[in-house]
């Protein structure tokens, strides 16, 4: 089983930034691949960002330029730099994991375990 714990999230100002962090409790972290998702009130779970076990990077369109993924195996933890950040980046972010998936990792049901999530609010 493996736990993940997010971090890093709260209010900030359009413009501003925010690192999200995820750390799991597993030994052979460096074999997982972890997802960013979002979730604002009243609509679906989304995409956001994740990394591959071999550091294949993905983000979707609307972060593109503005996110950046990265990881620390020895950390057991993957970060999520938010730069730039504004009001529709207003959401719940949970980070997820899978052992050893290289592709597809834009789609929640490739993962088997979640985290609690942490809040992020952007003010205009």
């Known amino acids: 089983q493996v736990q993940l714990v997010e971090s890093g999230g709260g209010l900030v100002q359009a413009g501003g930034s925010q690192r999200l962090s995820c750390v799991a409790s597993?030994?052979?972290?460096?074999?997982?691949?972890v997802g960013w998702f979002r979730q604002a009130p009243g609509k679906e779970r989304e995409f956001v960002s994740a990394?591959?076990?071999?550091?294949?990077?993905y983000y979707t369109d609307s972060v593109k330029g503005r996110f950046t993924i990265s990881r620390d195996n020895a950390k057991s933890t993957v970060y999520l730099q938010m730069n730039n950040l504004e009001p529709e980046d207003t959401a719940a972010y949970y980070c997820?994991?899978?052992?050893?998936?290289?592709?597809?990792?834009?789609?929640?049901?490739?993962?088997?375990?979640w985290g609690q999530g942490t809040q992020v609010t952007v003010s205009s």
């Open positions: 997820a994991a899978v052992r050893m998936r290289g592709n597809g990792l834009e789609r929640p049901s490739e993962y088997n375990y």
């Open positions: 597993v030994r052979t972290f460096s074999y997982y691949s």
């Open positions: 990394i591959s076990w071999i550091d294949l990077k």
